[in-house]
């Protein structure tokens, strides 16, 4: 379906076939995400040299790499969110995109801790209009039966960006310092926000659901009031509270890890751990959205189960990883959280926009990411730079083991969440797919 506006545009009317359909939307998307991975996680593997350069503590590195991306990412995520569900998705990505890869490559100028710091809060500023905005068009491109697989393919944007976080930043710090990997990192984004600007066109919403549906935008206070209720969205939020916590406190600190117990360069971080985060999470996260579709395609309580599980699971991976004395065990269990840890990510935001109202979809993405990283993202690597910082006086390098394993425990906490979570579902999906009046 095409709005009216799209129908009488001529640059629309003027573009190739494949810039019109909703993979080839869908895969660019996906290059948008994966860009916004990598601007935000190639600090990741540099935050040793970063630390020695500046003459920081773990602490501070926390507070960067959390807080500071956090900080107004979590206030404009929101509103931006509000201006997606009414305005033009598209434009607002592409603008997004244009701020955080520009603030980025300026990371790399920067010459004190201040102003490497404002430089990440410049990226947070334009990644608040990455994340929902491109979640609300998915929706609205694929059909619910669809869209578990559909969300799993756009979530391969942080397994390629992580992927390649690792292998740029380990590598061209390496050999030409941590400033030209922030450089290398920015300035691709910057080409790819104009071939989303004005290769595709938005898309009407509602247009994938069978009937017609209300697509009206409700105030704030309603929209809150409507989503306070529905039991399984509120559930799901919880969880990621507690995965997202893993994800970004295990992901921040696993580089580190790597360098100070494992001894590895960044050079071989970036190729090993790079390289095997790269392959298991890509078959983690495709898997698992088409198990998530496969298992949920005669009750939709397994689009929520089967992320539970895989984020249970991924428990026991962070403990091996933290414990192993050996660089293959270890890395066995590096290769277990990458697999499992992403799955739930996916399917369950495509379950969250089927138990809120059309209208609302952006802005309930925004709210699950904005109160997820919160806590995962600012609070996560922050807790364990303190935990390190505070008790290595007494257990030296090697507190980050102890650090580190707390992100076990929060992964499968998530998980059982999500399995109460699935009771709801059912009952949340009928009432906000309710045909319009």
């Known amino acids: 379906m095409q709005t009216k506006e799209s129908a009488t545009d001529p640059r629309v009317a003027g573009m190739p076939a494949a810039a019109k359909s909703p993979l080839y939307f869908l895969a660019l998307l996906t290059i948008v995400y994966s860009l916004n991975f990598l601007d935000r996680t190639v600090m990741n593997i540099l935050i040793d040299p970063i630390k020695a350069q500046y ?100 979530q391969l944007g942080p397994v390629i960006g992580g992927f390649l976080g690792m292998l740029i930043g380990g590598w061209v710090n390496q050999y030409y310092g941590w400033h030209d990997a922030f450089l290398v990192a920015g300035i691709p984004g910057i080409f790819v926000a104009l ?18 549906v209300d697509t009206r935008q409700q105030g704030v206070v309603e929209t809150i009031r409507y989503m306070s209720r529905q039991k399984s969205y509120v559930l799901i939020l919880l969880g990621f509270c507690l995965t997202t916590y893993t994800q970004f406190g295990f992901g921040t600190w696993a580089a580190v890890f790597l360098g100070r117990i494992q001894h590895l360069n960044t050079a071989q971080i970036g190729i090993y751990a790079g390289t095997l985060r790269g392959l298991t999470s890509l078959a983690g996260t495709l898997g698992g959205g088409y198990c998530a579709d496969w298992a949920g395609r005669n009750d939709v309580r397994w689009k929520v189960y089967v992320p539970a599980i895989a984020s249970i699971l991924a428990g026991p991976g962070v403990l091996l990883f933290c414990f192993a004395r050996s660089l293959s065990m270890c890395l066995t ?103 319009e009046g």
């Open 55 to 154: 003459h920081l503590s773990d602490t501070v590195m926390g507070l960067i790499a959390g807080f500071g991306f956090t900080l107004l990412y979590s206030i404009l995520a929101a509103p931006v969110a509000r201006w997606a569900d009414r305005g033009n998705r598209r434009s607002i990505i592409a603008l997004g995109m244009l701020v955080w890869s520009a603030m980025t490559a300026l990371a790399g100028l920067a010459r004190n801790a201040v102003q490497f710091t404002l430089s990440r809060v410049g990226v947070s500023i334009g990644e608040a209009a990455g994340t929902a905005p491109s979640a609300s068009l998915i929706s609205d491109l694929y059909p619910g039966e669809r869209r578990a697989t559909a969300m799993s393919i756009f």
């Open 195 to 212: 071939v989303l600007r004005f290769t595709v066109r938005e898309p009407a919403r509602g247009s994938s659901e069978q009937h017609r």
């Open 333 to 435: 269990g590096f290769a277990v959280v990458s697999m499992l840890a992403p799955v739930h990510v996916g399917p369950l935001v495509g379950v969250s926009h089927s138990t809120v109202k059309v209208g609302m979809r952006a802005f309930s993405t925004s709210l699950i990411y904005l109160i997820a990283e919160l806590i995962g993202l600012g609070v996560g690597p922050f807790l364990i730079g303190l935990f390190d910082d505070h008790y290595a006086p007494r257990l030296g390098v090697q507190i980050i083991r102890y650090s580190m394993s707390t992100a076990g425990l929060t992964t499968m906490l998530g998980g059982l969440i999500f399995i109460f979570a699935a009771r709801y579902v059912r009952a949340d999906s009928a009432r906000a797919m309710a045909r």
